[in-house]
């Protein structure tokens, strides 16, 4: 068995302590223990026990005296004392009664004697605790009963006043019926409702004071309230009769029963809730408005493009928010209009008739989208059907129930691109924390046309990347880069199937000369124009690239296996081709007409490279330009040979320049008296392994290469130093030099700029430096030719017009050109001994120089009889082998000085 009780056990004797501390202990008692009376007393009053066990006889302090101290300590003196002693006197047992011992126990003791008066003492010690609480506790509970008593009487009082004050003072509807409905009581604010006083209600019905119908329907809720047996509440709409207020009650119905339980009437409660329901309504509101905000983040998120958006905010605006309506609408700037691109809910079709545009000064242009973008702000209209900004959809809004609208623009890069708009059903619909929210979820759907923009532009620069690596930007064509792709793969395939391809190299004829007449503009129109009619030209499956400039490349694919019938195919298409480019072109105003050369290689092996099948075109290509251009040209292995054999040419031409191979030969020019006026001079070259090269070959090479501008400017320098060195002889210091001037180097910038230099290089007086134009020079240009030789000829520069007569030989630039000689050409002084054509031509030229004073000179010159005709014709100048033939100047300064 486990106690709970606390003993403090006092002796002196420490066996007796011993001994008496474990019988306790071993009853499950806690036990402490004091070895004087001076502990005893600090242990108790310290942690204060249940039962004292106290020895009598004990130095110092003895045990009366800490029974004595211990019955006047408060925290200890309701704690029963057992006193163990050795004496048995009844005197001291009277003593430690007097003093508030409970027992006294005489050694030697028996154990179980001691056992039961502790245990008795202890169950003694609780009861009286227990007895003193629950006197307490009584007692508590007496005087609360008292104080509760007293309140309620008070409270009674009060209550019967405060309720006479509440039910005249409350805003709620108070009555009370019997069960006919005849009213027996009412409060103030239900004599507002019938504009009557409580004395003139009482006694009447509803029917006296309000409509049958209405009447009616309160009769019946009452009778509903009685047959339930308990409150019944519904909600009622009431017109006050003393200010015409109307708003919505809740009313509370309550049968009143008598002591018996039986009903005796009616007790009514209305209560004013328009307010509290027109803030459920709006926080109703407000809860969609965050369902709908949720749902379009959502939308956001999952959405893969705008048009999946859109039409996503305009169902959550609808299903979520509780809007009537929703759409999207996008300003079309080339329509100055609203197009409407997503929509939902009742009253979408209604759109299909309405009208928007941004033209503020239009009724169409100020409704609440129109200004949601113009003005890049939101547009509230809280009264749809009677607002003026949206007259001219007011039928409309009529027929889908609009009362309210929300027009919200949507921005990309802070640039209104269109309106997100809302219709609610009721008026006023759109308070300060609904408009927060649909702004908020505004700019939600903005972030998201910014991302998707970003993530547009993301796509389209990495498909322009991928255009630019493997199309030409301009006519959008495969670059070089996909068409030898394009090449190889129809090489692997053709031979794979045993079928002939075709590759086809086109290069528009002079179309330097567009763009340099009519700028880059025009040029690139015309490539343009020329990429698409190549496209047309060609089936699917075909490959039309732009190589570069004014170069096209064509793949022909799955042609037939018979090389005849492949070539004949090909040719067919090459002329269509060629045809289709031959049309006439509209540039931007500008007619123009356009030819084009082509190179053709077929083929089917496929060891055959890409590289070697657009090497054999260009070879192809070259050659066909070089019999006349607006020709094609099949590819033969003859053409290659020969232009390796050019390539060769090339490179020891660009060797002759800088290691002075040419040299200059000088053919001379004399008046009618063979008097050497002056000479041509003519540029040779001499090669060190073939010998002297015809100028035939190379100067066509290097005008192809331009290497004729180096040249040119070789010629002209070395002409002014030949000239500078004469300038001390006598025989030689009147001599005139012409030289020849080249296109390329005549349409330089800088031309008139170099002759100057040149000129001023050798202190030269210009008189003596004469340029020999063609015609065709002067014609690309003529009025740059114009501006350039009259800057020379003003600076005392002579210009002579070379092969005059092989040309256009008009009148009209002859009149407008500062040329001081015309050179007849020698194909027509060739003939004119016999023939009658040619003749009359010669003839005619001298006529026309003389008539405008201008110098003549007949080249080719060889016979005699050639001679006397043009003496006889007028002609001032000879050149030709009758003179002598272009010579080496030693040659040419010895005949000087044989014939001055």
């Known amino acids: 068995m486990v106690n ?58 003895g045990g009366f005296e800490v029974c004595r101290l211990l019955k006047a300590h408060p925290d200890t003196r309701h704690v029963p004392i057992i006193f163990i002693s050795a004496l048995s006197d009844p005197e001291e047992k009277v003593q430690g009664f007097e003093l508030g011992a409970v027992d006294f126990v005489t050694k030697p003791y028996q154990r179980e004697e001691l056992l039961a008066r ?59 019926k019997d069960l006919q409905g005849v009213y027996i009581s009412c409060n103030l604010q239900f004599e507002r409702l019938y504009g009557a006083k409580e004395a003139d209600i009482v006694g009447k019905t509803d029917y006296e004071f309000t409509s049958r119908e209405l009447a009616d329907f309160f009769r019946d809720h009452d009778r509903k309230a009685l047959a339930a047996g308990k409150v019944c509440a519904n909600e009622e709409w009431l017109t006050f009769a003393d200010n015409g207020y109307y708003g919505l009650f809740e009313t509370l119905k309550t049968p009143v029963l008598n002591q018996d339980g039986k009903p005796i009437g ?91 545009c941004m033209d503020a ?6 409704g609440p989208a129109s200004v949601a973008i113009r003005e890049q702000r939101p547009c509230w209209c809280q009264d749809f059907i009677n607002d003026p900004m949206t007259v001219p959809w007011r039928e409309q809004g009529l027929r889908a129930g609009w009362a309210a609208s929300a027009a919200l623009p949507l921005l990309k890069n802070d640039q209104a691109v269109g309106a997100f708009v809302l219709y609610a059903d009721e008026a006023n619909a759109f308070d300060d924390a609904a408009r927060d929210l649909l702004v908020e979820m505004s700019m939600d759907i903005n972030f998201a046309l910014e991302n998707f ?161 657009l090497k054999y075109t260009d070879t192809a290509l070259y050659q066909a330009k070089r019999g006349g251009r607006n020709k094609l040209l ?12 050019r390539a060769v040419l090339e490179s020891n031409l660009r060797v002759a320049l800088s290691e002075q191979q040419l040299v200059l030969y000088y053919q001379m020019q004399v008046n009618r008296a063979g008097q050497i006026l002056g000479a041509e001079v003519l540029i040779r070259w001499l090669h060190p392994e073939r010998g002297l090269v015809s100028p035939a070959e ?133 003939n004119i001994t016999v023939s009658q054509s040619d003749a009359v031509i010669v003839q005619t030229i001298i006529g026309m120089a003389d008539n405008l004073g201008i110098e003549s000179i007949a080249e080719g010159v060889e016979t005699e009889e050639q001679l006397t005709f043009l003496e006889r014709q007028g002609c001032q100048l000879y050149q030709g082998y009758l003179f002598s033939k272009p010579i080496p100047l030693a040659d040419f300064e010895a005949l000087c000085i044989k014939k001055p």
């Not at 005087?143 to 003072?169: F, G, I, P, Q």
């Not at 000064?361 to 100020?366: L, M």
């Not at 190379?698 to 004729?708: C, K, S, V």
């Open 266 to 356: 009616v007790l009514g409660i209305a209560r004013d809730v328009t307010e509290r329901k027109a803030a459920e309504a709006k926080v109703q509101r407000h809860m969609q408005l965050y369902a709908a905000l949720s749902h379009c983040n959502k939308a956001i998120v999952h959405s893969a493009d705008e048009t999946e958006l859109f039409l996503e905010i305009c169902r959550a605006a609808v299903e979520f928010g509780g809007m009537k309506m929703a759409w999207v609408g996008l300003f079309a700037a080339d329509q100055c209009s609203i197009r409407p691109v997503a929509s939902f809910g009742e009253g979408a079709e209604e759109l299909a008739t309405i009208d928007m």
């Open 698 to 830: 190379f100067i066509p090479l290097a005008e192809d290469t331009g290497l004729i501008l180096p040249i040119g400017k070789w010629v002209m320098d070395s002409a002014c130093a030949q000239l500078k060195a004469w300038e001390n002889d006598p025989l030689k210091s009147e001599l005139q030099l012409a030289v020849n001037v080249s296109a390329l180097q005549f349409h330089q910038d800088d031309f008139v700029e170099q002759v100057r230099l040149a000129l001023a290089r050798y202190d030269l007086s210009p008189n003596r430096l004469k340029l020999e134009l063609t015609e065709s020079l002067v014609l690309d240009d003529i009025d740059d030719a114009i501006v350039k030789m009259q800057q020379l000829r003003d600076f005392g520069v002579r210009f002579s017009m070379d092969d005059f007569g092989t040309g256009y030989s008009s009148l009209n630039y002859l009149t407008k050109l500062p040329i001081d000689q015309l050179k007849i050409d020698q194909s027509f002084v060739r």
């Open 453 to 613: 923009s970003r993530a547009l532009a993301q796509k389209q620069a990495e498909a322009e990347i991928e255009r630019l690596a493997f199309y030409d930007p301009l006519t959008n064509l495969p670059n070089r880069r996909l068409l030898y792709d394009r090449l190889q793969q129809a090489i692997v395939t053709n031979a794979r199937h045993d079928k002939h391809g075709a590759a086809l190299f086109i290069d528009l004829d002079n179309f330097k000369a567009l763009n340099d007449t009519k700028g880059h503009t025009i040029g690139d129109l015309l490539l343009i124009e020329v990429a698409q009619r190549l496209r047309e030209c060609v089936r699917e499956g075909d490959t039309v690239a732009r190589l570069g400039g004014d170069e096209f490349v064509m793949i022909l694919n799955s042609l037939s296996a018979d090389e005849t019938r492949a070539s004949a195919h090909t040719k067919m298409l090459a002329g269509k081709i060629l045809a289709a480019i031959n049309q006439p072109y509209s540039l931007h105003g500008y007619d123009h007409h356009c030819s084009a050369s082509m190179g053709i290689c077929m083929f089917r092996n496929q060891h055959i490279t890409a590289e070697e099948l």
């Open 634 to 645: 099949f590819y033969d292995p003859v053409m290659q040979a020969a232009l390796e054999t």
């Open 361 to 366: 000064a239009s009724a169409f242009g100020r």
């Open 4 to 61: 709970a009780g606390k003993i403090l056990v006092v002796d002196d004797t420490s066996a007796s302590l011993k001994l008496l501390s474990d019988l306790l202990k071993a009853e499950g008692y806690e036990v402490r223990s004091a070895i004087n009376g001076e502990l005893a007393v600090n242990f108790a009053t310290a942690n204060p026990p249940d039962l004292v066990l106290l020895d009598i006889l004990m130095p110092g302090m």
């Open 118 to 176: 502790v245990r008795t003492h202890l169950e003694i010690d609780r009861l009286r605790n227990h007895l003193e609480e629950l006197v307490e506790e009584r007692s508590h509970q007496l005087l609360e009963s008292e104080k509760k008593l007293r309140a309620s009487l008070n409270d009674l009082v009060a209550a019967h006043s405060l309720m006479h004050t509440l039910l005249r003072t409350i805003p709620d509807l108070v009555w009370l």
